[in-house]
């Protein structure tokens, strides 16, 4: 029973299901979209007598569901009866970027029923916390282009990728914009001097080298990178011992352009010159 990889996906209407059901079929899952809840032990079932023919299920069920979705826990405590293992994978994204791509595509929300958009992302967020808590990955897809799921998805269920390290996401971030939802870990990097305050500096991105050589300057910068790497180095392989696959680092400074920039890019090549496999997101860097 333990042979087939069963992988449910669920979450936020608008947040990517449909691109993630295609990047589970380019690895070779067998799927099934908008299966309702009742129906997925008999499913997992006929995997499970399929003689190794259906060994990796990936199926989305939300609250397209109707009133079938709240049976969704049943079903689970259902599988886990059965003996099979499985895994929970939710999708979500920002309220802002949700109404964005609703209005772009012109679709209507699954609850809408004439409701303003808003109102009917914000009821689907609070009928969706639980099996929220309950996920074993989380990927918030407000800023991934379909590509860039797909690469975060193949880092995550690939079976050569889960032999291999943890896959590390650098997120630079500003609080004033919030902490990024599924970060594992977060660095503060308020501390160090801000580039802000510097006027030729001001208007210009962490990218940039007059910003990067602006903060490096500073012994303080360099004692904390140090220090940083010391207990990366440290913790990621403890990370790896315990079957972890995906590591969310966040780094954040007040508006999220110039500090945490530079030390996500500095830690990240850091980190991949000795062998990490990793990608960086600057969350907030073309905000005012």
Same mark, same amino acid.
């Given at each position: 029973?333990?042979? @087939?990889?069963?992988?449910?996906?669920?979450?936020?209407?608008?947040?990517?299901?449909? =691109?993630?059901?295609?990047?589970?079929?380019?690895?070779? &899952?067998?799927?099934?979209?908008?299966?309702?809840?009742?129906? %997925?032990?008999?499913?997992?079932?006929?995997?499970?007598?399929?003689?190794?023919?259906?060994?990796?299920?990936?199926?989305?069920?939300? %609250?397209?569901?109707?009133?079938?979705?709240?049976?969704?826990?049943?079903?689970?405590?259902?599988?886990?009866?059965?003996?099979?293992? &499985?895994?929970?994978?939710?999708?979500?994204?920002?309220?802002? #970027?949700?109404?964005?791509?609703?209005?772009?595509?012109?679709?209507?929300?699954?609850?809408?029923?004439?409701?303003?958009?808003?109102?009917?992302?914000?009821?689907?967020?609070?009928?969706?916390?639980?099996?929220?808590?309950?996920?074993?990955?989380?990927?918030?897809?407000?800023?991934?282009?379909?590509?860039?799921?797909?690469?975060? %998805?193949?880092?995550? &269920?690939?079976?050569?990728?889960?032999?291999?390290? #943890?896959?590390?996401?650098?997120?630079?971030?500003?609080?004033?914009?919030?902490?990024?939802?599924?970060?594992?870990?977060?660095?503060?990097?308020?501390?160090?001097?801000?580039?802000?305050?510097?006027?030729?500096?001001?208007?210009?991105?962490?990218?940039?080298?007059? @910003?990067? =050589?602006?903060?490096?300057?500073?012994?303080?910068?360099?004692?904390?990178?140090?220090?940083?790497?010391?207990?990366?180095?440290?913790?990621?392989?403890? &990370?790896?011992?315990?079957?972890?696959?995906?590591?969310?680092?966040?780094?954040?400074?007040?508006?999220?352009?110039?500090?945490?920039?530079?030390?996500?890019?500095?830690?990240?090549?850091?980190?991949?010159?000795?062998?990490?496999?990793? =990608?960086?997101?600057?969350?907030?860097?073309?905000?005012?």
């Amino acid at each position: 029973m333990k042979e @087939v990889q069963f992988v449910l996906i669920t979450g936020l209407s608008g947040a990517g299901k449909s =691109n993630a059901v295609g990047s589970f079929e380019d690895l070779g &899952y067998f799927c099934v979209d908008n299966l309702p809840p009742n129906f %997925i032990p008999k499913f997992a079932e006929m995997c499970l007598q399929s003689e190794g023919k259906i060994s990796k299920v990936a199926l989305v069920s939300d %609250i397209r569901g109707g009133e079938f979705f709240p049976h969704l826990f049943d079903a689970l405590d259902q599988l886990e009866g059965m003996g099979l293992e &499985y895994e929970v994978l939710f999708l979500e994204a920002d309220d802002e #970027v949700l109404v964005r791509r609703y209005k772009e595509t012109r679709r209507k929300h699954p609850l809408s029923h004439g409701a303003p958009i808003v109102d009917s992302i914000s009821r689907e967020r609070e009928m969706l916390s639980e099996i929220r808590g309950k996920a074993d990955k989380v990927i918030n897809t407000s800023y991934l282009t379909p590509t860039e799921l797909k690469e975060r %998805i193949f880092n995550l &269920y690939s079976s050569e990728q889960r032999e291999k390290n #943890v896959f590390i996401t650098f997120i630079s971030f500003g609080y004033k914009y919030t902490v990024p939802m599924d970060a594992d870990l977060v660095f503060d990097v308020r501390f160090l001097p801000n580039p802000h305050y510097v006027e030729h500096l001001r208007t210009l991105p962490g990218t940039d080298k007059q @910003v990067s =050589n602006y903060l490096w300057k500073w012994s303080i910068t360099h004692k904390f990178l140090t220090r940083l790497l010391d207990f990366l180095e440290f913790l990621l392989p403890l &990370y790896v011992r315990e079957g972890k696959s995906h590591l969310v680092i966040a780094m954040g400074c007040t508006g999220g352009k110039h500090r945490s920039v530079v030390l996500a890019d500095t830690v990240a090549r850091e980190l991949k010159k000795k062998g990490f496999r990793l =990608n960086v997101e600057h969350r907030d860097l073309e905000k005012a």
